[in-house]
């Protein structure tokens, strides 16, 4: 049976190891993630029988005239992979970012991401290089999502509009102009 929960007690402690187990040093931001307030950020674990399987960490911030969710991290146990478990903690994150107001979902990846970025697209993401969502979006749109996603070192960043009706993403971030 599988089951997504908030991440608390042993189950932080889960969500920091496998942080360091999948993204190196960079678990470190996860572990930070932990602190901070439920007003704008949540820790989601899977469960699979009661036993922790995967994580996803999301946040909320104002960006480019929106509300941007941010799927922060998104990690699951190795010998999980090619079961969907991603796609579950990703639609979760979207649930959960759609509670604290989110109007667009992001999420940022390096391109040598094959699993995730086909993920992603296969979710309704718009993966695009940053130079492509610079022609989209704008400069300075560009620099205030790199800013608020942390994205600085990706290459790719996956932007969908959430809410209903689903819009496009230039209506969906409205302080965006695209370059003429």
């Not at 920091?16 to 187990?21: G, H, S, T």
């Not at 960079?26 to 007003?39: A, F, P």
């Amino acid at each position: 049976m599988l089951e997504v929960v908030e991440a608390r007690g042993r189950l932080r402690d889960f969500v920091v190891r496998l942080a360091y187990e999948l993204f190196g040093g960079e678990g470190y931001w996860v572990e930070v993630g932990l602190g901070w307030s439920r007003r704008w950020a949540r820790t989601l674990v899977l469960l699979e029988d009661r036993e922790p399987v995967g994580f996803a960490q999301v946040y909320v911030w104002p960006c480019c005239g929106a509300m941007l969710g941010v799927h922060h991290y998104v990690g699951v146990v190795p010998s999980r992979w090619g079961r969907g478990y991603g796609k579950l903690l990703i639609a979760s994150g979207e649930e959960v970012m759609d509670e604290m107001g989110a109007e667009v979902y992001s999420a940022t990846l390096s391109a040598s991401n094959a699993r995730s970025r086909g993920m992603l697209e296969a979710m309704g993401y718009r993966v695009m290089w940053w130079n492509e969502a610079e022609k989209l979006l704008g400069r300075e749109c560009v620099e205030e999502l790199e800013y608020v996603t942390g994205g600085y070192t990706d290459d790719l960043v996956a932007l969908k509009p959430g809410g209903c009706p689903p819009r496009r993403l230039e209506e969906a971030l409205p302080a965006c102009r695209p370059r003429v």
